[in-house]
């Protein structure tokens, strides 16, 4: 039989929301002060899943959208970018959710988002689609979805299918505090389902906000290590991020682009090391191809600032081959 290409690859499922950014036209202003918006398709869970499939990989997205007009056209955004859609629940009853962002003037981000509910929320247990989630090698997810039920019993009921059916569990909790009750209520909850991941991503500020500590060192990342882990992901913006593993641990290097958004960097970061590592996990225990894995993880991050807005913004192989070659 012959093989027709991606259906050969191995699924990686993405779990979460989806929802709609919307960006002031103009940088470095305030909401208020925005002049007017266009509206960016977003939600960390969604663009890795768009992230893999630019790279080649296979993926598919699991989650709720509300079945008005920007729910179909978020569907359809994936549909176009070749994730396959069998998991998506549409809600009649609630909206897809929007995100206000403003975009300092360094490209860093403020939110502001309107959900009460929104569709992501309601997400049931019994509306998973099972034998999806069956069949990922790599099952990804955040924490937004473990804000409020139902959406948490959905989630933790689609992890447990995922672990016992053998997938790799991939966890960035992509802290969004503004959505949370509390401080105290989102660390409680992150790190409630910490030990059941194999690899983790934390950014420098997920890694301050977890574990009350100041310090980027090695000494504080290893308070969040876990016995079971394969890997932990430090990611430290234009400074490259830092890896551990049982058996060794380091840093690598970030490439020096113009930032313009950094939108969907984290999101593009660990959608290429998922594509990675999809049919060769032996790779984390190989410190050489572990930090060449990084080093293409890291330059799609980088192509990812360069452009406004995450999803166009993911790259292509094309794009990161270029990039690699320019800074052998």
Known sequence: ???????????????????????????????????????????????????????????????????????????????????????INFDTGARTALAFVTLRA????????????????????????????????????????????????????????????????????????PLWPSAEEAREQILKIWDEADVIKVSDVELEFLTGSNKIDDETALTLWRPNFKLLLVTLGENGCKYYTKAFHGTVEAFQVKTIDTTGAGDSFIGALLCKIVDDQSVLEDEQKLREILRFANACGAITTTKKGAIPALPTPAEVHKLLNASK
């Not at 709720?64 to 007009?69: A, I, T, V």
Request: charge should be negative; include cysteine; glycine fraction near 10%.
């Open 106 to 177: 360094d490209g860093e981000r403020e939110f502001m988002f309107y959900r009460n509910p929104s569709a992501d929320m309601l997400l049931r247990p019994e509306e998973l689609n099972l034998e999806l989630i069956r069949s990922a090698k790599v099952f990804h997810y955040g924490s937004i979805s473990l804000i409020v039920e139902p959406c948490r019993s959905a989630h933790l009921e689609a992890m447990k299918v995922a672990k016992e059916a053998g997938a790799l569990l991939s966890y960035d909790p992509n802290l969004r505090l």
């Open 1 to 87: 039989m012959a093989s027709n290409g991606v259906n050969d690859k191995s699924l990686i499922v993405s779990f979460g929301e989806m929802l709609i950014d919307f960006v002031p036209t103009t940088s470095g202003v305030s909401l208020a002060e925005a002049p007017g918006f266009l509206k960016a398709p977003g939600g960390a869970p969604a663009n890795v899943a768009i992230a893999v499939a630019r790279l080649g990989g296979k993926s598919a997205f699991v989650g709720k959208l509300g079945d008005d007009e920007f729910g179909h056209m978020l569907a359809g955004i994936l549909k176009e970018n070749d994730v396959i859609a069998s998991g």
